[in-house]
């Protein structure tokens, strides 16, 4: 009987354990290690900071889901990891061994890297996880007491820029809700080369969409900004721009877990996991990597760094194709190995209005040099399908399953899909994605 751990309970992890054990049918040991007591529905994060939502009613408890599907739950944060001896240090006390690890950590958020970046030493909002969006929430209610100018963007390095378009035009819906719209000028500063960049070379017409939307919401804009300072109540950029503010948010860089950054050769500068096409590290093959954590190399240099985005579908498809390789590697099921398609799905909502932003897959094909497809769609209906996303997920996470086969059947009917085949001449030893050690 095989041991296998997973350190984290996001999109990856939790997704990784309910495909696990419907593969492995009970035949293999599953423990879940998370120093968070529930699962959060990061998307709707938006949403909590404008009042939106409440944030309970966005996450599930793990303890009693993990339990009820006989999956063993650790609660704790890793403090090492050992994987010569395939083993995992929880709070510097428990020690469990493994035999397949899979990391789905998410990343941790650097705000040190820009003075001033961040809601606990610093002066900005975030909405990358829920202590932080309740903060942002706090923040926005005394705004509205004071309103004045909002900046909204990220700084150098980050990745995934859907959460920041949201933010700025959902203050916009909550102001003109309220009627004070007139009273603060909204700023949206980017490191994208051009508004709908995204860090993966835009969309298809993603660049004139966001454009559309920006300029119809009466939002101002900075494109190719590195901001180098932030103030108390002002941010510095790279060429000697200031621009005030009384509230902000800005989306940070991330970087890999510090446990796994003191393991000599396990990841890369940032403590992102690189990975063969199956997934596995290249020198532990014992290791699985799914999700944020996982090192990808973006499609493109742009000016100001960006990160590669990594969205919730895209690490929902690593975490299953994680789960059927091993399950594979066991001998419980009989098939090629497995690699995720990448096919990313955004949804970007504004209240009364959206973008969805469809990339198949996020990083381009080498043998046609571009993607399947690409597109950004607007209209209010992206709220509705954000909504209905969002109750959807909560429900088969309660349910205990990852992918249910209908779910399989919209992705084959929107021309998508979780994981594909790796061709047999694939050299599996190769890492997908080598950045700078």
Known sequence: MAEIVIVGAGFGGLSAAYE???LLKGKHEITLISDQPTFTFIPSLPWVTFNLRRLDQVQLPLEPLLQKYGIHWRHGKVTALDPEEKRVTVEEEITLEYDYLIIATGASLAYHLIPGLGPEDGYTQSVCNAHHAEMAREAWNEFLENPGPILVGAVPGASCMGPAYEVALLADYSLRNKGIRDQATITFISPEPYLGHLGIGGMANSDKVVTEVMQEHGIDWVENAAITEIKPDHV???????FPFQYAMFLPPFRGAQFLRNVPGLTDK?????????????????IYSAGVITQLAPPET?????????????TESMAIAVAHNIARELGEIQSHPVKPSLDAICMADFGNDGIIFIAAPVVPEPSIGHRRHATALRGVWVNWVKNAFEWYFLMKMRWGTAVPWFERLVLFLLQLSLVTPIAPSSDQSKPLTVLEK
């Open 302 to 314: 742009t000016e100001v760094p960006l990160g590669a985005p990594k969205t919730g579908q895209m």
């Open 236 to 242: 510095k950029l790279s060429d000697g721009q200031e």
């Open 20 to 22: 696990l054990k419907h």
């Open 270 to 286: 940032k403590g992102f996991v690189p990975v063969r096409d199956t997934y596995q590290h290249p020198d532990y093959p014992s």
